[in-house]
């Protein structure tokens, strides 16, 4: 008895020691030379820094379409490799106060925060606060509300909501700080936007003023206004909508033993564009982690060639429309999956693996993983043996932090698979002062270290698909436990 024991721990010894060479071997075909070879594509000027629906991010998708090509990769949207779909851009078109022949433009002399526009020119009835908290006579109007910055009004304006106010002005006191929010955030929102959603005309009207403008609409000195005055003014807010095609990029690779399990790996390939004239290159948020995805997938495929797997499917997804908000990723989970959530294993996010944080200038042997235990406490475990199996990296999970102010868990293409109950891993290198600024260039990338971390994702990819047991979700276990 205890010869078979003994035998049959050497088999299995032995297998477990051949399917770590095998993942070994693969995972070195990531490079840091091929990575910087993709990357000096997708991230050069020729790309106009991919912005979501242009020329750039169009570019780009056949790039990375046309690697998947070449890897003899599955095309699995009815034999495409492109996912497309439209969103909605969103243009300012004229928005204005008018008494008798007098306009106050926004932009100019206030901002208009909201999705929602009016049936043209439209008189709107503005009340001040009241102090006592009576909200009887705030129905129908908006509601004004005087304060020294911006923030700290939420639990009075669901207040207001509640009482019938259908929008709010706040009033800034502070001259200063009224033009450097005018300063900072009305060329933003001048910007067409993107979005999936419709236009929605019951979203919250958002106005923000100056006490010259309040005592223009109040029709007296700012100094002179008491709760409770009503003003009524001509108010008018429309938009230009024209819908704009997108995107997503999906290379499949078939598993061997369990084709209907599917891990999906993903990143986002579009980037912000260019902006006053300055090409945004976006060259580690995300070309980064685009181009990890296209030298993992190229790693699973050499496997595959030689007949070592995978055992389980594994969807390459690059998505766009990440930075107007995750729309790629929704796109795919809430409305064209395709393939079955419930037969999704695990969606592994990777965004922004390029640099070295200011944290780690002593040891840019790291990454953060952020979400890992959050659906799976198996797939965290796993995670850290693979790492210390065979990348050996500090896995920092500062951001993981449900108390972390940045909630970076909320920010990323993962999150759309999280809420459906996929169990996740972000990695991501943290932040650093060309993000988002046309300083986010190709220069500034750590090669070598960003091999390390795209073999991890890798590593942990390859022992998801290839496990006998798929990954347990267990948050509701945890819960309990924790509440035990």
Known sequence: MRKITFVLGLIVAFGLLAQDKTAIKFAKTITADDLKEHLSVLASDEYE???TGKKGQKMAAEYIANHFKSLGLEAPVDGSYFQKFNLTESSIGSVYFRKGEEKK?????????SKAETMGEEYISIVMSEEDGDLSNYEGSYVAYVTDQLGG???KIDQAKEAGAVGFVVVLKNDEEFSSVLTRFGPYLKRPSLGLDQRDNESDKMIIADKSLAAWMFDKAFEEIKPGDKAEVVFNADYLDKPIGTENVLGFLKGTEKPDEVIVITSHYDHVGIIGGEIHNGADDDGSGTVSVLEIAEAFVEAAKKKKG?????????VTGEEKGLLGSRYYTDTDPVFPLENTVVNLNIDMVGRIDDAH??????IYVIGSDKLSQELHELSEKINTTYTGLELDYTYNDENDPNRFYYRSDHYNFAKNNIPIIFYFNGTHPDYHKSTDTIEKIAFDTMEKRA???FHTGWEIANRAERIEVDKEKLEKEAGE
């Not at 433009?105 to 925060?113: H, K, L, M, P, R």
């Not at 200038?361 to 790291?366: E, K, L, M, T, V």
């Open 310 to 318: 995978p055992m389980r499917s594994v969807l390459f997804m690059t």
């Open 49 to 51: 820094g991919r912005e």
């Open 153 to 155: 009004l939420q639990e």
């Open 361 to 366: 200038a002593d040891n840019s042997d790291y």
């Open 105 to 113: 433009d926004g932009f100019e002399e206030f901002i208009y925060y």
């Open 455 to 457: 073999r991890l994702v």
